[in-house]
């Protein structure tokens, strides 16, 4: 049923555009574990050098242009260096980008986020999602002095130990060596309420907390139902233990704010990331004031804190004002999202069109994901059905748009819109896509 266009190998003409890509990747992995610093940027036989990136464009070394759609791993909802971060970060930066101390542009982000996030009592900024979901983590053991926390199969939370499991299918096989403390990880299956809540009961009295994204990132890209998370917060909060959201990847995307409140949902603590730093480094753990104040070292004796630190770089004042530009923006013109998140559905609508039910398009407002189904799938609600899909042809399909059609996604990731992004481009993915 595929065409036989897309499965021959694009890596002659792909060799032929990107020499020089190919000559500074080969300096690279001399240098770099894998040639790379985050083990997902790599794809065969080498991926191409970025040389400068704007709008919804990046460009590599060799001169090579192409529709960007991983945008900076999801997190450039305004496009690459729009104009008005760019102005605020250079006005910026003529008075300094490392403080170290507390500084303004700190409160003027969490005035915003503390308006936009119910939830967002008290904020603690960190440099990364990793580091968010980490300390999420420890608060939820100190908050409760239970040990146990419960994630999602193909829930992704960065590269913290405390929830490096179950994340690849197959999901009983380890993440990798180096990691202690694995018994005190339990998994539940994604948008199965009764399973999960089987799971959940078995552990209920050393249960600290369960965190789960509502769409799934690096999973699939895959919805939670309303249902399945109300379910789980129930069952959580009668338990007394904490039910924790990871919106790194869903916070400020498909609104001005957080997905849950359209869910009806309480959260204790939720953690952002990716566009709430305006494309530099940022992690932020959210949380009710009795959770939050427990890393209060101010208040709190060395015996009763939960220590959740920081870093060099948290709350320094690029990131600080890259982000409040854009959440800025983000307020001003909502009519951003009513555009971004029709063209997230124009691209499904359209993509299921053109493969004429040979896949599945998973996602939610302006995020889309193909899934090239095998063996009868008829829906993909959890991970471990899009493991299940046909996975090589999805890598062939994004290399055949990167090296023949000049258009990026990540091989085997999502789709992310941006406000960079128009009608015509999506319009350019779809012929790309047809034939297939």
């Keep these: 049923m595929t065409n036989r266009s897309v499965l021959r190998d694009y890596t002659r003409e792909y060799k032929k555009k990107t020499p020089k890509s190919a000559r500074m990747f080969g300096r690279s992995a001399r240098m770099h574990v894998g040639g790379v610093s985050h083990n997902i940027r790599y794809f065969d036989p080498y991926p191409f050098v970025v040389k400068s990136s704007a709008g919804k464009n990046l460009a590599d070394v060799d001169e090579n242009h192409y529709t960007d759609y991983w945008m ?66 420890r608060l939820a053991r100190s908050y409760t002095g239970r040990k146990v926390i419960a994630k999602v199969d193909g829930g992704w939370h960065g590269y913290t130990s405390d929830l490096l499991k179950t994340v690849n299918w197959p999901f009983n096989v380890s993440e990798g060596t180096g990691m202690v403390g694995q018994e005190k990880i339990i998994s539940i299956p994604y948008n199965n309420l009764e399973e999960s809540l089987k799971i959940l009961g078995r552990h209920a009295r050393d249960l600290a907390g369960v965190i789960i994204e509502p769409v799934l990132g690096g999973g699939g890209c895959i919805p939670a139902t309303p249902q399945y998370l109300r379910g789980i917060e129930e069952f959580v909060h009668k338990n007394n233990s904490l039910f924790m959201l990871d919106e790194i990847v869903t916070g400020f995307r498909f609104r001005y704010g957080c997905i849950y409140p359209t869910m009806g949902l309480d959260p204790d603590i939720v953690t952002l990331g990716k566009i709430v730093g305006g494309g530099l480094s940022i992690g ?33 004042p690029a990131s600080m004002t890259a982000g409040y530009a854009t ?55 959890d991970s471990r059905q899009a493991a299940q899909c046909d996975t090589e042809m999805l890598h062939k399909y994004h290399f055949k748009m990167i090296a023949h059609d000049g258009i990026f996604l990540l091989p085997g990731k999502l789709g992310a819109i941006s406000a960079a992004h128009t009608e015509s481009d999506i319009k350019k993915m779809i012929r790309a896509s047809e034939g297939v």
Excluded at 87 to 116: F, H, P
Excluded at 286 to 295: L, P, S, T, W, Y
Excluded at 353 to 361: A, E, L
């Design 72 to 137: 900076g791993h999801w997190s450039l909802i305004l496009g690459h260096a729009p104009p008005n971060v760019r102005d605020a970060l250079n006005n910026q930066i003529r008075k300094g980008w490392m403080y170290g101390v507390v500084n303004e542009q700190t409160m003027l982000l969490s005035d915003l986020l503390s308006r936009a996030v119910p939830v967002a009592e008290k904020i603690r900024y960190v440099t990364s999602g990793t580091e968010a979901a980490m300390y999420a983590v």
């Design 327 to 381: 959440l800025y923006h983000l307020k001003s013109e909502k009519s951003t999202y009513a555009r971004i998140n029709r063209l997230g559905d124009y691209t499904r609508r359209e993509l299921g069109r053109v493969f004429d039910g040979r896949v599945i398009v998973t996602g939610k407002g302006s995020l889309f994901m193909t899934h090239f189904i095998k063996d009868g799938t008829a829906e993909i609600t």
């Design 284 to 316: 932020v753990i959210c949380g009710k004031d009795e959770i939050m104040n427990h890393a209060d070292t101010s208040s709190r004796k060395k015996t009763e804190r939960s220590y959740i630190g920081g870093g060099t770089f948290s709350a320094n």
